[in-house]
């Protein structure tokens, strides 16, 4: 039985409920995570959840778009500390990437949650395009292509992080070697007018 909810602003509520499901779909899975779950482990009634969220995709489009705003904000953070040169920008970027993926599995289930999801396609197509945005713009000073080539390539990366974090969460591969290898994928791709060093 719920327990009477402590008086939380609407906000702080949100990102109480949040940090629940986080933690839900961290134990036990994706699947597990439903609006009657996210209630009972916060200790809040139903209509709380179901106010904050509607339905279970609602939930689980909300806990994808804050770890994914999480996880870009990591990325972001390492991209402003970096040293100057290609390598360095493409190796941050590969470690930044590995390193949420590692810390954040719960971005992962939830994604597989979400597959069919017409909603979740178009998420995935913002995401893409923030990402590809993110990387075009942190490589753009070390390639001869042009933006939207850039642009592309860096779509094109990103669909390989994502098929070698699928070989890390098998561990068919190590951390160390899936950085190495989507750091060379980066530096690969590019048509540099600076020194690759």
Same mark, same amino acid.
């Given at each position: 039985m719920a327990t009477?909810?402590?008086? *939380?602003?609407?906000? !702080?509520?949100r990102e109480q409920l949040l940090d629940t499901a986080v933690a839900i779909v961290r134990s036990r899975g994706a699947d597990a995570l439903t609006l009657v779950t996210l209630a009972e482990e916060a200790g809040v009634s139903r209509p709380i959840t179901y106010d904050h969220f509607a339905t279970r995709p609602g939930l689980l489009l909300a806990l994808h778009r804050r770890l994914d705003e999480r996880h870009r904000a990591a990325?972001?953070?390492? *991209?402003?500390?970096? !040293?100057?040169?290609?390598?360095?920008?493409a190796r941050v970027i590969s470690t930044a990437y590995f390193a949420c993926a590692a810390d954040m599995p719960e971005l992962s289930a939830v994604s597989a949650a979400l597959k069919g999801n017409?909603?979740?396609d178009a998420i995935q197509y913002e995401l893409t395009d923030s990402y590809a945005h993110l990387m075009a713009s942190?490589?753009?000073?070390?390639s001869g292509l042009a933006p939207q080539a850039l642009r592309l390539r860096c779509v094109g990366v990103l669909g390989?992080?994502?098929?070698i974090a699928a070989e890390l969460n098998r561990e068919r591969t190590t951390g160390s070697e899936a950085v190495t290898a989507l750091a060379d994928l980066i530096v690969g791709g590019?048509?540099?007018?600076?020194?690759?060093s």
């Open positions: 009477s909810p402590t008086r *939380l602003s609407k906000q !702080a509520r990325i972001t953070q390492a *991209l402003r500390d970096v !040293a100057p040169g290609v390598g360095e920008v017409p909603e979740m942190a490589l753009l000073p070390y390989a992080a994502e098929a590019l048509d540099a007018r600076a020194d690759r």
